[in-house]
């Protein structure tokens, strides 16, 4: 048996294990990647270690903790608050208003993560908040973003354009927006109808009954019932916090906004706008606002810290760790190859969706637009396929199999969510992105390419 299928099926058995026995997946992620990648692959330590996402860590830990802070002060109550103002009782207009929140942040430049980061914590929080089922809001938040990741203004639709016109191809970037947009949009009421949305528009009078209740109660696994949420340490994994902020004992409930929340506020709004206008790294500049808010009140939030989900941000980054094995030892370059292996320009085409698809599940959608794109370059050039439906296709297969809870994105709503112990949302989240994985890059293609 070669290292590649070895790889792959120790992969299904971590998750076998890992789905039976309390035990954190990315532990077990861990130590496959070193069994695999030193043990069989050839691998050094150094090697292994390199694939641990840095940059993954430090995006989760710095957005969470400084969402922490606005928590912990009333920060995000006020938010919410103030945003229930616009959308009244209509507790079903709420996931439709993050969806079209994170698009725009996205269409105007900032990377699918940073829109994602920026979002997600707020609209997760509106999930608890509302008794929303936190899959449906976490996934209307992805899709958001997925449908503006496109635009002329953003990093997706630049790294397109300037692959078609360095292969002297036309460039449309107006159509490749607004087929992407559409797509997901689409996909977005699927995602609405099969996970809780029609039961929030019939049951607006109920949620209008609650919409004042306190954020003690969440829904259990996310179903229609509802228990108490545990507190922070009372399950494997758990990473709550209290339902009732800290700083009620000095009147943010009601009536003026005090200095800290103030301050939290400008540090939200900073981030938006440094990830938008200038493309700052999202985590360190949300660690840096985190950091000052915390000197400036080192007591009022010395528990905080302690309450970032950290089982969510080990098991996270211990899949992504045995991922950057599997690329190493070839096991994706292998898969990649067994897509490729046919000559029909309608099969090629198709091949290079499902790569970007499969491989964009787990790795950078950035890096692997630039590898499935060129995949599509001879059959265009020759004039087999037409342009815009062929890189529509490929760039919406490799975006919108970003609910991975492997990917960035995904990720992100794992360690965020709050009504779910961490390893159960990350499976559920986890059959969902098979399912889109499986379907998306097919539909993708039938829509933009036969028809």
């Known amino acids: 048996m070669n290292v590649e299928i070895l790889s792959l099926i120790v992969l299904v058995v971590i998750f076998i294990v890992a789905s039976f026995l309390s035990v954190n997946l990315g532990i077990l992620a861990l130590v496959a990647s070193f069994l695999i990648g030193a043990g069989f692959g050839g691998l050094s330590v150094d090697d292994v270690v390199a694939g641990f996402p840095g940059d993954l860590f430090v995006l989760i830990v710095g957005v969470t903790y400084l969402f922490a802070l606005a928590q912990d002060n009333g920060t995000l109550q006020r938010i919410i608050d103030g945003s229930m103002r616009l959308v009244g009782h209509r507790v079903a207009a709420i996931p439709w208003l993050m969806f079209l929140l994170t698009a725009f942040v996205a269409a105007a430049g ?167 206008l200038f493309g700052w790294d999202v985590g360190f500049v949300a660690l840096t606002a985190g950091t000052v808010l915390t000197l400036l009140a080192p007591n009022r939030y010395a528990e905080s810290l302690k309450r970032l989900p950290w089982a969510a941000v080990l098991l996270v980054c211990g899949v992504l760790t045995y991922v950057g094995v599997l690329d190493e030892i070839g096991t994706i370059d292998y898969l990649s190859d067994l897509l490729t292996s046919g000559a029909n320009p309608l099969l090629t085409a198709l091949a290079a969706c499902y790569i970007g698809g499969i491989i964009s599940a787990f790795a950078s959608t950035a890096g692997v637009l630039g590898a499935s794109i060129p995949l599509a370059i001879p059959v265009l050039e020759a004039g087999a396929l037409p342009m815009l439906g062929t890189i529509s296709a490929i760039g919406i297969a490799s975006s919108v199999v970003d609910v991975s809870p492997m990917s960035t994105n995904g990720a992100l709503l794992v360690a965020n969510q709050r009504t779910t112990e961490p390893r159960l949302f990350f499976r559920r989240l986890l059959l969902w992105a098979v399912a889109v994985m499986a379907f998306g890059p097919l539909l993708a293609w039938l829509i933009f390419v036969v028809l």
């Open 110 to 276: 900032a990377l699918s993560a940073a829109a994602v980061a920026i979002v997600a914590p707020i609209a997760l929080r509106f999930a608890v908040q509302h008794k929303v089922n936190s899959l449906l809001m976490g996934l209307m938040v992805v899709q958001g973003a997925t449908a503006g990741a496109f635009s002329p203004l953003s990093p997706f639709g630049a790294i397109t354009s300037d692959l078609l016109s360095n292969n002297g191809l036309p460039r449309e970037p107006m159509g490749l927006f607004l087929n992407s947009l559409l797509f997901n949009t689409v996909v977005a009421v699927i995602v609405f109808c099969l996970f809780g949305g029609l039961r929030l528009v019939r049951g607006r009078d109920r949620d209008r009954a609650g919409v004042g209740a306190a954020s003690t109660t969440a829904v259990a696994g996310d179903g229609p019932g509802s228990a108490t949420r545990p507190a922070a340490g009372d399950g494997p994994g758990a990473a709550t916090r209290p339902a009732v902020d800290e700083d009620l004992e000095d009147g943010t409930g009601s009536g003026r906004l005090t200095v800290h929340q103030v301050l939290t506020l400008v540090a939200i709004v900073g981030l938006v706008l440094t990830a938008m």
